[in-house]
Every structure is written in C-alpha cells, then in structure tokens.
C-alpha cells in the first residue's frame, strides 16, 4: 500500500508531466484561461489517460508482448487513444454541450497530446503490474488537472493587474510555468524515483 500511495504522489507531484517533464503543454497554454475550461479538460485528458494507460497495458502485454510486436506500440497506441477521444467526445457533445463547446478544437487534441502517448509508452517499459500502472495513471492525470487548475486561477487574478504589454499572452505564461516547475521540483526530495 505504501508503494502504491509513493507511485500516485510522485506521478502527481515529483514527476508531474506538464512541470517536470514539459508533455502536454499545449493545454497547458492553450485551455488554462478560464478555471471552469481548465478544469474540465483536466479531468477529461485525465479520464482518457488513464483508460489508454490500463488498455496500453493490457494490449502491450497479453498481445504485442506475445506476438513480439513491440515495434507497433506507437501505431497502436495511437489508434486506441483516437478511438477513446472519439468516445469522449460524443459522451461530452451529449451530456455536456457547454463544457464541448468550450473545449473546441482543444478536445480533438487530446488524441495527440503527448503526455498520454508518453504515459502509455512509458508504463509499458516501466515493468509496472497492472495495478502499479493504473496508480501511476491516476497520479498523472491528478498531476496534470492540478497543473492546469493552479495555471489557469493565475491567470485568470491577472486579469486585474496591470501588466506591462510586451509580458502579455504567452510570455507571461512561459515565465509563471517556469516558477510553477521550480516549485514542483522541491517535492524531487519528498518521493524516491
């Protein structure tokens, strides 16, 4: 249980993807205006990484693994997290037309976004058992909700500060990203990876 509580924190904080190891930035930036919008891209990218890092598993294992079809792991990875987009997206444009609407194209890139890719190819030839990767996947994508929500709170109280026009838009948000990756680098000491 110890091991399993060590693998969520570090995936969520030590290791976090966005701030430690810069995947998935182009939410990150794109989608971290509005807190409401933040946070539902948050859970939904946290949704499909999670669900492709328990498939990439099972198909890496009981199928590419036997086959010895390793070479295929980005093709396939790829065609399943399409696929889980494709479903996420009609279950959102069903049940919540405000929160599709506000995704936009943004939801479409969840297929690319490449911390999913490289959290299913890293547990993959991580050597975790099924249960070590579905733990480490919910610690990613709670690291990655978390990154996004604290982004986007910034963001939206420097909405009432004035700032000086050449630090507007995306510079500001680089530099706010770099002093958010050096506070998530002090929790290096806190978990063993």
């Known amino acids: 249980m110890k091991e399993m509580l060590l693998l969520l924190v570090g995936s969520a904080l030590v290791n976090n993807f966005v701030l430690v190891r810069f995947l998935g930035i182009c939410p990150f930036l794109g989608m971290t205006r509005q807190l409401d919008t933040a946070l539902g891209m948050g859970l939904a990218a946290s949704l499909v990484l999670v669900i492709s890092a328990m498939a990439s598993w099972l198909v890496n294992t009981y199928i590419l693994a036997v086959l010895n079809l390793e070479f295929m792991q980005i ?43 490289g959290i299913a190819l890293l547990v993959v030839g991580s050597g975790y058992t099924f249960w070590q990767t579905t733990v480490f996947a919910i610690g990613a994508g709670l690291g990655f909700t978390l990154a996004l929500v604290m982004m986007a709170g910034i963001r939206e109280e420097l909405e009432f500060v ?32």
């Open 162 to 193: 004035d700032v000086p026009p050449a630090a507007k838009g995306t510079s500001l948000a680089l530099l706010i990203a770099g002093i958010m990756s050096m506070g998530f680098l002090g929790f290096a000491g806190l978990v063993p990876m």
């Open 75 to 117: 093709v396939v990875f790829i065609l399943m997290i399409a696929c889980l987009v494709q479903l996420l997206e009609m279950v959102l444009r069903k049940m919540m037309p405000g929160l599709y609407q506000a995704m936009g194209i943004y939801l479409a890139l969840i297929t690319t976004n490449c911390a999913i890719m």
